[in-house]
Structure formats: C-alpha cells, structure tokens
C-alpha cells in the first residue's frame, strides 16, 4: 500500500497560480502511473493529469496549456502546477498512484477559484 499526503491547495482569485504536492511513502520510480484527479460537488470525477514511470505525461482537455504535472524522484513527489485557474477548476484534488494490482489515492486538497 502506497501512502500519499497531498499539500498545496487553498484559495486563489481568478487567473492565479497554485503548486500541489503529493508525498509518496514509496519510490515512485517504482509506481507504474501517478496522477491527480478532481471532485467537484455535483459533478464527476475527473482525471486531470497523469505521469507513468517512464516520465510520460497526459492530461484532461481542460487542463493543457494550463497545468504542468512533473515529479522529483530523489524526493518521492509529483507535482500538479496550476496556472491561469478558472472558478470551474475549483474541486478537491487526489493524489493517486496505480500499480497492476494495486491503486491508493490520498486525502484530497481543496482548491477553491473565486474573487
């Protein structure tokens, strides 16, 4: 079992920037995908971006050209860079980490967009 702790959410105005954090118990070069995913109230779940072992990386419709996710591997972290935020973008974002027979997901940060 993987533990995640996310960090890094909080309330933004329009068009601002956040960084979120995923802290990983394991090495993630050993995780065969990591990613973020988000909740908002009333609405479904959505991928958002995901990153594989390999350093691949893809993300949701809604998320090019504005979020970046990347990874430190010496630190067992990933990373979800949120730029030009929207109030739609506003959701709990989770942590996940996949394995072949494994998936865990963390607690969840809150990213609140409003003026």
């Known amino acids: 079992q993987v533990q995640l702790v996310e960090s890094g959410g909080g309330l933004v105005q329009p068009g601002g920037s956040l960084r979120l954090s995923c802290a990983a118990s394991?090495?993630?070069?050993?995780?065969?995908?990591m990613g973020w995913y988000r909740q908002a109230p009333g609405k479904e779940r959505e991928l958002v971006a995901l990153?594989?072992?390999?350093?691949?990386?893809a993300y949701a419709d809604s998320a090019k050209g504005r979020f970046t996710i990347s990874r430190d591997i010496a630190e067992n972290t990933v990373y979800l860079q949120l730029n030009s935020l929207k109030p739609e973008d506003t959701a709990v974002y989770y942590c996940?980490?996949?394995?072949?027979?494994?998936?865990?997901r963390g607690q969840g940060t809150q990213v609140t967009v409003s003026s």
């Open positions: 394991v090495s993630i070069f050993t995780i065969n995908t």
């Open positions: 990153i594989t072992s390999g350093g691949s990386t």
């Open positions: 996940y980490a996949e394995n072949t027979s494994s998936y865990d």
